[in-house]
């Protein structure tokens, strides 16, 4: 599948919903959050009901704020109705119960709780235990810790590595050892993107927004709706229902003009203008055209775009009309795909979706088909700080063969088909065989495999297919 976990939380749990993804990325476990901004999107319900249909499971972070949220109980129902029996479980991150209507949803199931089950400690290899796998080794290493970088062109050393922390109801900043660099007087605090950090004062229906550094010095106002994180030294910001750009030492860049706006990658930006989106630099100059229903970032060198909706079904969450342009606007790839996969473009190829869920394959920068598109699904480790990442693994992808979701005679979707292995020519390397397959980690990948009597065993393999545990 496409994630491992779909979250499905209140955006006022949003400090503890960061600490989970952070654990789950230190862990490698793959997972969809409505936060991590699908440009452009008209269609965010679909989007929701495809995620939740491409994860193996359903993590509901249990609250007071997320029992009365109307968006999460639809998540819950309409995973409860769809997902297989075993793959829905809450973890209760307050001192709250669960309400009676979402404790029916849960009954077969047992409750966690982040007193009994802390997400570092017991979470996470929770987690792992139900994906079949183990944390991921640590390299062992003698060279200095890389410290992240402030500006896109400028490296700095010994730069203080700070997390979002909460307490008695305001976040500040912590340190890696604990020690508390920025005091507890906010009502939000993201993680720092570039050097800076997106502030919230007051609620989240009226409150307003504004970036800070390290030091904790306000560098933009707190006077904005809504703000992105910075991305190439810019980041946007809306005010009076407009969009603009602030560059890092907290000046006007772009005016507020624009509908909606994403993030920069390769030096273009996606905004929209009179319903329909285009790109522009960094400057503010117009690209790429006006002419778009939904945009996609660069990334080398190519956006994946829609134009013109062609799906006549409204449940349909395949666009159908999705191509590729350059950084001209040019149309590189036609418009005959109906789904992008993994952001976009990486090491040269880009996982795309033709005729309905069941006919994944890669195409190349001309479209040209380098793996057919006849799989049912690429599994992948997403980073949530990575915007474009590579489903091949030391040279590999585990891919699956066959109808992945198909409702049985009790209504559930579940799989008709196999996981192996393809090389990034296509080549079948390990044979379809698998229940599920695991990426490759150090050589070895873990996989499931029922035996003759039709009980399922977890094991290793190498690249060769050969059982080494």
């Given at each position: 599948?496409?994630?491992?976990?779909?979250?499905?939380?209140?955006?006022?749990?949003?400090?503890?919903?960061?600490?989970?993804?952070?654990?789950?990325d230190k862990a490698g476990i793959s997972y969809f959050i409505d936060r991590q901004g699908i440009v452009g999107s008209g269609e965010f319900p679909e989007?929701?009901?495809?995620?939740?249909?491409?994860?193996?499971?359903?993590?509901?972070?249990?609250?007071?704020?997320?029992?009365?949220s109307k968006y999460t109980k639809k998540e819950i129902h309409f995973a409860f109705n769809k997902k297989p029996s075993g793959t829905l479980f809450p973890?209760?991150?307050?001192?709250?119960?669960?309400?009676?209507?979402?404790?029916?949803?849960?009954?077969?199931?047992?409750?966690?709780?982040?007193?009994?089950?802390?997400?570092?400690?017991?979470?996470?290899?929770?987690?792992?235990?139900?994906?079949?796998?183990?944390?991921?080794?640590?390299?062992?290493?003698?060279?200095?810790?890389?410290?992240?970088?402030?500006?896109?062109?400028?490296?700095?050393?010994?730069?203080?590595?700070?997390?979002?922390?909460?307490?008695?109801?305001?976040?500040?900043?912590?340190?890696?050892?604990?020690?508390?660099?920025?005091?507890?007087?906010?009502?939000?605090?993201?993680?720092?993107?570039?050097?800076?950090?997106?502030?919230?004062?007051?609620?989240?229906?009226?409150?307003?927004?504004?970036?800070?550094?390290?030091?904790?010095?306000?560098?933009?106002?707190?006077?904005?709706?809504?703000?992105?994180?910075?991305?190439?030294?810019?980041?946007?910001?809306?005010?009076?229902?407009?969009?603009?750009?602030?560059?890092?030492?907290?000046?006007?860049?772009?005016?507020?003009?624009?509908?909606?706006?994403?993030?920069?990658?390769?030096?273009?930006?996606?905004?929209?203008?009179?319903?329909?989106?285009?790109?522009?630099?960094?400057?503010?100059?117009?690209?790429?055209?006006?002419?778009?229903?939904?945009?996609?970032?660069?990334?080398?060198?190519?956006?994946?775009?829609?134009?013109?909706?062609?799906?006549?079904?409204?449940?349909?969450?395949?666009?159908?009309?999705?191509?590729?342009?350059?950084?001209?606007?040019?149309?590189?790839?036609?418009?005959?795909?109906?789904?992008?996969?993994?952001?976009?473009?990486?090491?040269?190829?880009?996982?795309?979706?033709?005729?309905?869920?069941?006919?994944?394959?890669?195409?190349d920068k001309k479209g040209n088909v380098i793996i057919p598109l006849i799989y049912g699904s690429f599994d992948c480790e997403w980073s949530g700080t990575?915007?474009?990442?590579?489903?091949?693994?030391?040279?590999?992808?585990?891919?699956?063969?066959?109808?992945?979701?198909?409702?049985?005679?009790?209504?559930?979707?579940?799989?008709?088909?196999?996981?192996?292995?393809?090389?990034?020519?296509?080549?079948?390397?390990?044979?379809?065989?698998?229940?599920?397959?695991?990426?490759?980690?150090?050589?070895?990948?873990?996989?499931?495999?029922?035996?003759?009597?039709?009980?399922?065993?977890?094991?290793?393999?190498?690249?060769?297919?050969?059982?080494?545990?």
């Amino acid at each position: 599948m496409k994630y491992d976990v779909f979250i499905s939380y209140s955006r006022k749990d949003t400090a503890i919903a960061d600490q989970i993804c952070a654990a789950f990325d230190k862990a490698g476990i793959s997972y969809f959050i409505d936060r991590q901004g699908i440009v452009g999107s008209g269609e965010f319900p679909e989007i929701l009901a495809n995620a939740i249909l491409e994860s193996k499971y359903f993590l509901f972070l249990a609250s007071q704020n997320s029992y009365s949220s109307k968006y999460t109980k639809k998540e819950i129902h309409f995973a409860f109705n769809k997902k297989p029996s075993g793959t829905l479980f809450p973890y209760i991150i307050d001192e709250s119960v669960l309400p009676n209507s979402i404790e029916l949803v849960f009954s077969d199931i047992n409750i966690r709780s982040i007193k009994e089950h802390p997400i570092e400690t017991v979470l996470v290899d929770d987690v792992l235990r139900l994906l079949g796998r183990t944390r991921p080794k640590t390299e062992n290493t003698t060279q200095p810790k890389q410290e992240k970088t402030i500006d896109s062109t400028i490296q700095t050393k010994n730069e203080p590595e700070l997390k979002p922390q909460k307490k008695d109801g305001k976040y500040g900043f912590i340190d890696e050892k604990g020690d508390v660099v920025i005091p507890f007087e906010y009502d939000f605090a993201d993680e720092f993107y570039e050097g800076l950090a997106s502030i919230l004062i007051g609620d989240w229906e009226t409150g307003k927004w504004g970036f800070i550094d390290k030091q904790g010095s306000t560098i933009i106002p707190f006077e904005f709706d809504k703000i992105h994180y910075f991305s190439e030294g810019l980041a946007a910001v809306k005010k009076c229902d407009k969009w603009g750009f602030f560059d890092k030492k907290g000046n006007i860049v772009i005016p507020f003009e624009y509908e909606d706006a994403g993030g920069y990658s390769e030096g273009l930006c996606a905004v929209k203008k009179n319903s329909k989106w285009g790109f522009i630099n960094k400057q503010g100059r117009v690209v790429v055209p006006f002419e778009f229903d939904w945009t996609c970032r660069f990334s080398e060198g190519l956006a994946a775009v829609t134009k013109n909706k062609k799906t006549t079904n409204p449940d349909s969450v395949f666009s159908w009309d999705v191509g590729f342009i350059d950084k001209q606007g040019n149309v590189v790839i036609p418009f005959e795909y109906g789904e992008v996969l993994f952001g976009g473009f990486k090491n040269g190829m880009c996982c795309v979706c033709k005729e309905d869920e069941d006919h994944y394959g890669f195409i190349d920068k001309k479209g040209n088909v380098i793996i057919p598109l006849i799989y049912g699904s690429f599994d992948c480790e997403w980073s949530g700080t990575e915007l474009y990442f590579d489903p091949f693994h030391e040279g590999l992808v585990s891919a699956f063969k066959g109808s992945y979701l198909k409702k049985n005679k009790n209504g559930h979707y579940v799989s008709h088909g196999k996981w192996g292995y393809l090389d990034r020519q296509g080549n079948v390397i390990v044979p379809f065989r698998y229940i599920y397959a695991s990426n490759f980690h150090y050589g070895k990948a873990k996989v499931t495999k029922k035996n003759i009597f039709g009980k399922e065993q977890t094991f290793y393999i190498d690249k060769q297919g050969n059982r080494i545990d």
